[in-house]
T-cell receptor, first 113, second 110 residues
Framework: ETAVFQTPNYHVTQVGNEVSFNCKQT?????MYWYKQDSKKLLKIMFS???????VNETVPRRFSPQSSDKAHLNLRIKSVEPEDSAVYLC????????????FGSGTRLLVI | TQTVSQSDAHVTVFEGDSVELRCNYS??????LSWYIQHHGRGLQFLLK??????VVQGVNGFEAEFSKSDSSFHLRKASVHWSDSAVYFC????????FGKGTSLVVHP
């Protein structure tokens, strides 16, 4: 099956802890993304990698750091989580070309207590 | 700078009704517009896109959208909705990074 896979589905943690989310795509795409979706469903891009190279780095707190070992994997680490980090984190990848198709994972829901 | 505006936060219809979900954009470059659907607790799924050519594009499950340069719009339509179409719909404008609208929650009553 070709798709974007995210783990874990849910994660509950306390303020100040470190968390890591994994994302893998088996579509052969070169570009991957992390989006944050808040409780109002607003989507904000956080990072984008093309073939392991960071190409988009929006203004996010420094405690967020993406990690890419190869073009099929893009993980997200949050060092010392804050309550406002509670959200759904969506990973996506895109096909090459002028009008790429974006494929999203099912998301990782983070709750910081 | 690219912006996407979805003027309706919520739309409620009955099964079998037609529906139009509105999307307006402002973008200074080449136009690439798309629509996505998000069912509760799931990721976004691609519905359709427009880049060039015929301004009316067909997507999955009977959805279509029409690009209008004069109106800066890319509205999504379906002639006859099903209860399973209940979801949040996102319009996006993008080239190297998609910018999403705020989403429109569609509720279809049986």
């Amino acid at each position: 099956e070709t798709a974007v896979f995210q783990t874990p589905n849910y994660h509950v943690t306390q303020v100040g802890n470190e968390v890591s989310f994994n994302c893998k795509q088996t579509l052969g795409h070169d570009t991957m993304y992390w989006y944050k979706q808040d409780s109002k469903k607003l989507l904000k891009i956080m990072f984008s990698y093309n073939n392991k190279q960071l190409i988009v780095n929006e203004t996010v707190p420094r405690r967020f750091s993406p990690q890419s070992s190869d073009k099929a994997h893009l993980n997200l680490r949050i060092k010392s989580v804050e309550p406002e980090d509670s959200a759904v984190y969506l990973c996506a990848s895109s096909s090459p070309g002028q009008a790429p198709d974006y494929t999203f994972g099912s998301g990782t829901r983070l709750l910081v207590i | 700078t690219q912006t996407v505006s979805q003027s309706d936060a919520h739309v409620t219809v009955f099964e079998g009704d037609s529906v139009e979900l509105r999307c307006n954009y402002s973008y200074g470059g080449s136009i690439y517009l798309s629509w996505y659907i998000q069912h509760h607790g799931r990721g976004l799924q691609f519905l359709l896109k427009y880049y060039s050519g015929n301004p009316v594009v067909q997507g999955v499950n009977g959805f279509e959208a029409e690009f209008s340069k004069s109106d800066s719009s890319f509205h999504l339509r379906k002639a006859s909705v099903h209860w399973s179409d209940s979801a949040v719909y996102f319009c996006a404008a993008s080239l190297y990074k998609p910018t999403f609208g705020k989403g429109t929650s569609l509720v279809v009553h049986p």
